[in-house]
């Protein structure tokens, strides 16, 4: 009976598994059966392919047809298959050789007139053909700007499936990907130059760039909070290869990149709005779960603004993610894992009915802090920074220079801070203060005791926790970074101490 074998990917999450597809051509009536766990939207590929190979010249043999798709246990969804049944099954009748498809992955999607369709996802899939060793992959050329960024797989675009037949003939050659250009931070961040005055705040934006910390910014509406918080990614250093290739693949999965600049350079900034579900914000979808919200931030900051009126449950929600930096969802088909290493910003009004100046406020006390109560203390223990924003004055137009830093400016500061902390925390492979355990900064790098003395006394009358005590440290050590020292003194500490002052909640 002819058998014959192509390869293509399944993904979970943006964890991808190679696939095994098998075609076998038996006796029997007329007929295709395709097992091994295939979704809904998959049986259909046995449709679709058998039309497009018809109207690609090819003929469909008039037999039964048996297509394995193996791990057997291994839910499958998505039409990303289509390409690599039709390559299994025409190798299996004798149309193809098939020696070309022993080390080589097909994802594509299949229309009925043979043209070969994106599918979402193409980066984690063929990065997770090249940890397993394949040599080739053959996708859709609209996805062949993702492919590029693949290095040590060679990628061969096809528009038509009579371009893979041609191929896997030797009577044609497949599309070749040019290298797909950087994007530019510069050019698609917006300028902190922009903002009017807020000192307080825009220090604020810089000790949390520096440090990777999650920040919380209250004062009445029209204030500048969201314009400063969208100037955040252009202060963050460009995202080094390998964390563009980790955003990119979860961009990838989402079907949100950009054909004419795939790699994701620039931290990303995504700020939902207080209606989004918790699957939304979270991940989730049915079958296998999607990215959601916090992952699209991964890398780069999650804004959200009106924090107070996105609900208990959602932002319950952020607490373990924003401990763990990755969200793990479970569906009725498995598991999935998504990373979630995002800074945390957000923005409240100080009461709800937010006038434009605190003496207008008709709230009573009890309104003020049920409205403040939506923000849960272990959710504000997690909040490194907090800044009370005041309304702009004629002597806080310009700073005192005459005109404000930009974003350049800053940056660089900035870079020079994360550089002093990566340098010291190499060996252990922390990257930023914000991710420093507790226990380390305590132990192996704990500060004198007149330094923490201020610490000490706020754990005695219960006004800082042993979660926020070690955020304090943290931010002081960020402090110390932008200040050029190498270590942080007594006042680096008071002043990481007023960062967690309750009162700007």
């Not at 220090?203 to 999650?214: D, Q, R, S, T």
């Not at 400063?228 to 995202?239: E, S, T």
Request: hydrophobic fraction near 45%.
């Amino acid at each position: 009976m002819p058998l014959a074998r192509a390869w293509s990917v399944a993904l979970i999450g943006v964890d991808g598994r190679p696939v095994e597809i098998e075609a076998d051509i038996g006796a029997g009536l007329p007929g295709t059966k395709l097992v091994g766990l295939p979704d809904p939207g998959l049986r259909e590929a046995k449709d679709r392919v058998r039309a497009a190979v018809r109207n690609s010249g090819q003929s469909w043999p008039d037999s039964n047809i048996t297509l394995g798709l193996s791990p057997a246990n291994l839910p499958k969804d998505g039409s990303g298959y289509d390409l690599g049944i039709a390559a299994a099954v025409l190798a299996a009748s004798g149309a193809v050789p098939a020696h070309k498809l022993l080390d080589t992955v097909l994802v594509g999607e299949l229309a009925l007139d043979g043209r070969v369709r994106p599918v979402r996802g193409v980066l984690p899939a063929l990065l997770a053909a090249r940890r397993a060793g394949y040599r080739r992959a053959v996708v859709a050329v609209e996805s062949l700007a993702e492919g590029a960024l693949v290095a040590g797989l060679d990628v061969g675009g096809a528009e038509r499936l009579s371009e893979l037949i041609a191929w896997l003939t030797d009577d044609g050659g497949l599309t070749r990907a040019d290298v797909p250009p950087d994007s530019c931070l510069d050019e698609n961040v917006p300028d902190l130059a922009d903002v009017v005055g807020q000192p307080e705040a825009r220090w604020a934006l810089e000790v949390a760039a520096a440090g990777g910390h999650n920040l919380l910014m209250t004062g009445p509406p029209g204030i500048g909070k969201t314009l400063l918080a969208k100037r955040l990614p252009g202060l963050l250093p460009a995202l080094d290869d390998d964390e563009a290739l980790e955003v990119t693949a979860v961009h990838s999965v989402d079907g949100a990149l950009r054909a004419e600049s795939p790699l994701v350079r620039v931290p990303p900034f995504v700020a939902p709005h207080h209606s989004i579900s918790v699957p939304a914000l979270i991940g989730g979808g049915r079958g296998l779960a999607g990215p959601g919200a916090i992952s699209r931030a991964h890398r780069g900051v999650l804004f959200l603004d009106e924090a107070p009126e996105f609900g208990g449950e959602r932002l319950a929600a952020l607490r373990t993610v924003l401990e763990e930096g990755e969200v793990r969802i479970g569906r009725a088909k498995g598991w999935v894992r998504y990373p979630a290493q995002f800074q945390l910003v957000l923005a409240a009004n100080p009461c709800p009915c937010a006038p434009a100046r605190e003496t207008e406020c008709r709230c009573s006390p009890a309104a003020r802090r049920r409205y403040f109560a939506k923000l849960s203390g272990p959710l504000l223990d997690r909040v490194d920074l907090r800044v009370r924003m005041r309304p702009a004055t004629s002597l806080s137009v310009v700073d005192a220079g005459g005109q404000s830093e930009s974003t350049a400016q800053v940056r660089e500061r900035v870079v020079a801070a994360r550089e002093r902390a990566a340098k010291r925390w190499s060996e252990r492979g922390w990257r930023t203060n914000a991710e420093v355990p507790g226990p380390a900064l305590r132990r192996e790098f704990a500060l004198p005791g007149p330094v923490t003395r201020l610490l000490d006394r706020s754990l005695d009358r219960g006004a800082l926790t042993a979660r926020g005590a070690d955020r304090c440290l943290r931010i002081a050590w960020t402090l110390a970074d932008l200040a050029g020292v190498d270590e942080p003194d007594g006042d680096h500490v008071a002043a990481a101490l007023e960062f967690r002052d309750r009162r700007a909640a």
